[in-house]
């Protein structure tokens, strides 16, 4: 079992910059894959950035590059994502996820990962 705890989320401006944080805890991520991902109200739950926990490398949609990035701290078991540049299209309740025994692959469906916290709540105002 895995355990994931996400925090950072709040109101911003547009323009503004948000941190979002996912603790971990439970078993060892060394083969994970996690991700994060949105959910807006009436739309389905898309991904928005992973990271293979042992090497640490990363994969960001399309509308999250530039303005995005997903790190982690392995001492902490931590995922973070920094989110500058905001927009209102980017509020929705963003959740942490992971793909345990991933096997190198970094999967981009939400139907991948076995495991998920709770969301936190990103509001973006224009």
């Known amino acids: 079992q895995v355990q994931l705890v996400e925090s950072g989320g709040g109101l911003v401006q547009a323009g503004g910059s948000l941190r979002l944080s996912c603790a971990a805890s439970?078993?060892?991520?060394?083969?994970?894959?996690m991700g994060w991902f949105r959910q807006a109200p009436g739309k389905d739950r898309e991904i928005v950035a992973a990271?293979?926990?042992?090497?640490?490398?990363?994969y960001y949609t399309d509308s999250a590059k530039g303005r995005f990035t997903i790190s982690r701290d392995t001492a902490k078991n931590t995922l973070y994502l920094q989110m500058n540049s905001l927009k209102p299209e980017d509020s929705a309740v963003y959740y942490c996820?992971?793909?345990?025994?991933?096997?190198?692959?970094?999967?981009?469906?939400?139907?991948?990962?076995?495991?998920w916290g709770q969301g936190t709540q990103v509001t973006v105002s224009s």
């Open positions: 439970g078993r060892t991520l060394i083969s994970a894959v």
């Open positions: 996820a992971a793909q345990m025994d991933a096997f190198g692959l970094i999967r981009t469906i939400a139907q991948s990962y076995d495991y």
């Open positions: 990271l293979r926990w042992n090497i640490g490398s990363t």
